[in-house]
């Protein structure tokens, strides 16, 4: 392994080892109001920095995200700026999966006829970075117009005909839109791993991708047969068409199954065990189950790249956990209720 790589390697563990703990969750779970949940990250090591000029009792919701989404960006783009090996490749789909985030955003805003909460918190950092005039796709008058923004893009590729035939239906299907975009995002990578990289290193990287994927469509798979009602057939349909373990057999079964019990005992017999009580949702479960194997990777692989993938992944969990903390103080839930539901 080489100096570079053990630098990366190196440097990804100690940044994980900044994480958030279950005890630094409880204590930001207990705070009354969003401004407290402010004042709480301020003293983390992580966020200190990025909240340093913020003041926890004028700063909005939004703007908090906003602001902590930034802090996470920072990481990686001191990675990128000192990184010398393959892994400095994965940046790049950092900024792709941020601008899905807002292209998702931006879209349903214009879909349902109000785009001010997006344009009010669209990260300034991101149009600063981005190909894609994020603002300009918030204000579009019609999906027609926001498909226009989008052209000559790569993104105009995988959902530009749903835009356009959008204005005959008035009907967008965002979560047709979603798989989409996501599905150009895991192609991209799983393309660029193929590309760049050989032997056992490129089996571990499209492992850690191709599972993650698995989790992903395990959530819409009970999501379409249980809520709409769909057969297996239909409900597969909406998944992403790249797989790991999850083969038809595997489908069927898991369309099939009642809850989140069921499916984490057909899960745990392809191979994907989760380390404690089986919590309430599916939701829950699978992020649960991939967020397991990427701390395992994180502390035992030798691959400076899935050591950098992985990260990227705990790190993104890790803002999705704060954001379901800052949820749920505003609508009053206790503090027991709120850790019950994070991704720890």
Known sequence: MSFSSNSVIA???????????????????????VSDVCAGLKQTPRYSSALAEANPGTIRRGQLEALLRRAVFDIFDSFHRFDFTESKGFFKYIIMRLEIEQILLALQGVSGGGSDWYIANLPSFLENISGIDLAALGKAKSLPEAAEILRGSEYFKAIGELLV?????????????????YTQYYMRMLK????????????EIRRLILRGIDMKNVV??????????????????????????????????????????QIAAELEKLGYRLDGVTPPTVELLTERV?????????RLSQ????????????????????KTIIEGVRYGLDDKAILDILVV
């Open 290 to 298: 991939n967020l397991g194997y990427l701390k395992r990777a994180l």
């Open 192 to 203: 660029a791993a193929d590309r760049d990289y050989k032997g056992m290193e490129r089996k």
């Open 11 to 33: 440097k990804a563990r100690a940044v994980f080892g900044q994480s958030l703990t279950y005890e630094d969750y409880a204590r930001l779970a207990s705070r009354k109001t």
């Open 165 to 181: 035939s959008s204005a005959e239906t008035r009907n967008l299907d965002i979560g047709e839109c979603e798989r989409r975009l």
């Open 220 to 261: 819409t798979l009970y999501r379409y047969s249980k809520i709409f009602g769909e057969d297996a057939q239909d409900a597969s349909k909406k998944l992403i068409g790249f797989k790991y373990r999850l083969s038809g057999e595997n489908i069927e079964r898991l369309a099939n199954m009642q809850n989140a019990s």
């Open 303 to 322: 691959s400076s790249s899935a050591v950098y993938f992985a990260l990227t992944e705990c790190l993104d969990t890790e803002l999705k956990n704060i």
